[in-house]
């Protein structure tokens, strides 16, 4: 499936009595439907009627047996294949796509661009040594959507390979135009990827067009307890790793299965989960967890990085127990243009 550019949503739905109760519905909106393979219908829906097509279908549909309620969803410019057919959706994922218009058109729109948040040495924090960029939306009126709805809503209406990509785009062309020499952490979703060398080779070569040094990008995992294939993660890894890449896991202390993949993925950087550092200088708990994993780490010499630093404590806390990086709003915040000053502050020993 190619990325989201224009054009309209195209749904095709296999059965016949299903595709009339659709076109009696949506004919009210003026969609007509077509014949298309399989003996199946072909709907465009305009995601400025998404709303009025979600109520339109929930209403149309809801006495149809659920086994019958699937249609097929292209992207704009595509139609259908006699080999797409298999690869049918639930009406429940029919409405949330319709209903996720305001998505597509962000995308469509290419409102997507990408914050910084800089990331800097744990002894001397006045020294920055990457950048994390973060994905933002914007509104018509200027506003910022955050990640967590971009995200969110992606998942459920099926588009998060579609964003996900335009989230890495975005990164690599907002980096270019500020000119980073740094470190450039990159997020991404492994469940967005299905073919490493398809799926990323476009990021590859934006990072070259760019003028981005390899070496400097480091690929962030995000959602890794939606991973329940490691095998593919590590498909994906050895992809980027054999690109010149370097690979950082997220969110490490969050459960399990974080901590089951640092063996198994190998990566050059672990960050340790926000929630585990917040207040880890006054909670023994949170402490002794996170005391374990930046022992680990050094004794693997794999860098660490504790993100969601907002306290003097905590800096000092894990300053004192061996992170090699730090990050948070105390140093500072995302920002769309990169912060490229930090203020200094006293210097404190980082454990060997």
Known sequence: MSELSAGDLHCWFPA????????????????????????????????????????????????????????????????????????????????IRARSGWLMAVMRERRLTS???????????DRIYGYEALLRGVNPDGSFISPGTLFDTARGAGLLFQLDLAARRSAIANAHVHQLAHALFVNFAPTAIYDPKACLRSTVAAIDEAGIERGNVVFEIVETERTHDPKHLRNILDYYRGAG????????????????????????????DMELVRDVDRDPYKARIAANLLDVANALGIDALAEGIETEGELEWVQQHGAKYVQGYLIARPAPTPVTAIASRPLVHVAA
């Open 16 to 95: 016949d009595h299903v595709a009339g109760k659709v076109r009696a519905a949506l004919r009210g909106l003026a969609i007509e439907g077509r014949p298309s393979v399989g003996d199946g219908t072909a709907f465009h829906i305009c995601p400025s009627q998404s709303e009025a097509v979600a109520e339109a279908l929930s209403d149309a549909l809801s006495a149809v047996e659920q086994d019958d309620t699937r249609a097929l969803f292209c992207l704009p410019g595509e139609a259908p294949t006699a080999n797409d057919i298999a690869r049918v959706e639930p009406l429940s994922r029919a409405i």
């Open 245 to 272: 890449f370097r690979i950082a896991l997220d969110d490490v202390g969050a459960g399990y299965s974080s901590l089951n993949l640092i063996h198994l993925l190998r990566p050059d950087v672990i960050k340790l």
């Open 115 to 125: 914050h910084f948040q800089p990331i800097v040495h744990a002894d001397r924090p």
